[in-house]
């Protein structure tokens, strides 16, 4: 930006001025000179650790909206002698360290903006008679079952909205034994408080009457609901167990929470982390992606969980890195234009992946890096497509590090999109070999093979 002459940059612009001409007057558009300096984002400050507190198994699931320009991202050779593609050139340092699989679909899920909602799970919205919404277990919640005994938090879900939204629009990725979806934390600030600063006397005694206020409440709903039991019908009665199913795993969470109270929080210096950017501001978009991408970094390598599903961005929402609407680009309808922005939306967000990738593979682990005990899948529950026809099927997907898990990357898996295995058997794979002792998942046939 070239600044005007007269303008006092240590005082910003006024919201309200004007260009003004021979009888005329145009208003500005909103220029970083109007933003007090004290809310403007500068770059990151943040940089790893030299050496993680010890070497677990580790799932992030990262999730982009509105699917990808698909035309730039797949690579035109499958095998191991693939090229690069255009947008996934943005990774070209870490190639060896992940494998791209193009063709994959789950074959249950409707498409449309309901991506966000199935993509761990591979449901059928829709299999329920009477039900317009009937979600199912999240391959995250499926290994947070294993692993999530060892560590403070079961797992950590991070979004750019916080709670759960709604039913196909969801606001999570995280989904418990009963479809419940699990509300997820928008505000860098909030989740550092959460995972690293400290309860004082007063906080301590303020949470452990919360929680038994919480077990209390419980423990009375309960008890009406058996005794409702037996007047209902069987129908009627399915529901309620349905329900009483979610009750009792609040109850298991909020026990979970007060046998962890007395255990000190781990250290972090907050200092570097800018803990106040906003989601939902174009301005602050690139850092605000960048400050949770950190904090999960810090959760794993304090080992406060292993879990992890971020979404950065709802389906229909979301911003390039220059403030571009990415849900009106992936309408694109073909166009040449919309489709070269979508591509740079695309870089964009792969340039934020990069940086974690790269936190994670400088930090040593036991001899290694980090990122060989620590798998990151990438990728949308959408494609856009040819013409911006939001469809299920040819999913955007690469799989990052877990080289210490048994995954050999470097590599292009193609599948026909008509005839694929389903993308369950990725899920599959990730829970098996981040720690999550399952016999299957969802509809998946077996692990996705192909030397991964």
Known sequence: MIPFPHLNLGRPLSRRALLRGAGAALALPLLDAMVPVSLRAAPSTFTPLAKSGGAHPRAVFCYVPNGVNILDWVPAAAGRDYALSPTLEVLKGHRERFTVLSGLGHPHAKGGHSGADTWLTGADL????????????????????????????????????SGTGTAGHSHTLAFDRNGTPLPAEDSPRRVFE????????????????????????LDEVLGEAKALHGR???????????????????????????????????????????????????????????????????????????????EWSREAGGYGGGGENHHELS????DKAMLTKLSGIDRFHLGRLERFLS?????????????????????????????????????????????GLGFRHGQHLAHDPKNHPPLANVLLSVVRRAGGEVPGFSDATGEIGGGV
């Open 194 to 217: 959460r995972l690293f600063v400290p309860e004082d006397a007063t906080s301590r005694a303020a949470i452990l009457r919360r929680y038994a206020e919480k077990r209390s409440i």
């Open 126 to 161: 829709g299999a329920v008679p009477g039900k317009e919404y009937t979600n199912t277990i999240s391959a995250d919640q499926v290994l947070a079952e294993s692993v999530g005994r060892h560590t403070r938090l079961p797992s950590l879900e991070l979004s750019d909205q």
């Open 359 to 403: 936190f994670l593979q400088s930090t040593d682990e036991a001899g290694r890096p980090m990122l060989d005990q620590t798998v990151v899948m990438f990728g949308s529950g959408m494609n856009s497509g040819e013409g911006g026809d939001h469809s299920p099927r040819n999913l955007p997907l690469l799989v990052a590090g877990g080289a």
């Open 232 to 310: 209902l019908g069987n129908a009627d009665q399915a529901k309620l167990d349905e329900y009483l199913s979610s009750v009792r795993e609040t109850e298991r969470r909020v026990r979970r929470l007060e046998e962890w109270v007395d255990i000190p929080k781990p250290v972090v210096d907050g200092s570097r982390l800018q803990l106040d950017m906003q989601p939902g501001n174009a301005h602050d978009r690139p850092m605000w992606i960048d400050v949770m991408l950190e904090l999960t970094y810090l959760a794993l390598v304090t080992d406060t969980t292993r879990v992890v599903t971020f």
């Open 331 to 334: 309408h694109h309808g073909g």
